[in-house]
């Protein structure tokens, strides 16, 4: 008796056929996501729609009772806007510095610290502690660091003889900016040791049977090793760079509502303050979904080359 009979007979019998493994074990999945879920469509899709929507109308915060459609009129406004084409360029300048010094820096502490050695542990906690610590905080300390003839680096220049330099100024505000965001490069420590630790010790050994030394090791074995994680990096660097907003005004900005210095004005700072500042509420959406575009095309092109230098010990469809 095959299973649609059973059902017959169970329901003919007047009882009630009972739930399949397979389908109480999906239940049970979907019970358990179901929060999860519920939070994500109203806190997350709903808002992510409702802004495409507006994105699309004249509203402008007062008026949600009478919106207009005004079409593609806020997108093209991004293209012809001179802040936001000078903002983009910067955000996009300075991701493509972040992301590989930020990848390498990870990269090469993680094998600094893939030893066993005394105290390992203490140094792994150190580097990876300023990736846990709220981004105001980060911003007051690198500010007070950076400060004028009392700054923690002006002083030790003084010591050295040199003279004072202000680093949150016109020239060197990119490059403080930086220096802040690689403060950060042990945010990846855990996944680049995990990527050391899952390579094989008899690849090294067979390699230094042949006479290879540690240049032609880290070449030939980690490099290649390690670019699943690369790869991993490389995408999540990218978006957190593009995105890059309280820092660049804890910085360099004097308030929150005041755009930062010039060299630091990146894009989602003109975002926010083409929303909260002058309330073009329907702009500000636009501008942001067209950077939700432009992180879309970026991760879909580093998908895309990843199958010309990313390595997987298995085959990939």
Request: aromatic letters at 14%; zero cysteines.
């Amino acid at each position: 008796m095959n299973a649609s009979e059973a059902a017959v007979q169970a329901s003919a019998s007047g009882v009630k056929p009972r739930l399949t493994e397979k389908t109480r074990r999906h239940l049970a999945f979907y019970l358990f996501i179901s929060p999860w879920f519920l939070v994500f469509l109203a806190f997350g899709l709903y808002p992510l729609l409702y802004g495409l929507y507006l994105s699309f109308t004249n509203y402008v915060g007062f008026n949600i009772h009478n919106l207009r459609f005004v079409g593609w009129q806020n997108y093209s406004s991004v293209f012809r806007d001179t802040d936001a084409m000078y903002a983009l360029g910067r955000t996009l300048l300075i991701t493509a510095i972040y992301v590989p010094l930020n990848t390498l820096f990870g990269l090469l502490l993680a094998m600094a610290l893939n030893r066993k050695e005394r105290l390992v542990g203490m140094f792994r906690a150190m580097y990876y502690l300023p990736s846990i610590v709220p981004v105001v905080s980060v911003g007051l300390i690198w500010k007070l660091i950076y400060a004028g003839q009392n700054g923690i680096l002006n002083v030790w220049l003084h010591a050295l003889g040199l003279r004072s330099v202000n680093w949150l100024g016109y020239d060197y505000a990119t490059g403080s900016l930086l220096i802040v965001l690689l403060w950060g490069a042990g945010s990846g420590i855990l996944i680049n040791l995990a990527g050391l630790k899952g390579i094989s010790g008899d690849l090294y050994e067979a390699a230094a049977m042949d006479g290879a030394g540690g240049l032609r090791k880290f070449r030939h074995i980690t490099l290649p090793m390690m670019t699943p994680v690369i790869f991993y990096n490389v995408v999540m660097g990218t978006i957190h760079g593009l995105q890059l907003y309280l820092l660049p005004i804890l910085l360099s900005g004097s308030e929150l509502l005041h755009p930062p210095i010039r060299p630091n004005y990146l894009y989602v700072v003109h975002a926010f303050q083409q929303v909260f500042a002058f309330q073009r509420y329907a702009y500000g959406m636009a501008l942001l979904w067209v950077m939700f575009v432009v992180i879309i095309l970026l991760t879909v092109v580093v998908f895309a080359t990843s199958r010309l230098w990313v390595h997987y010990e298995t085959e990939q469809e």
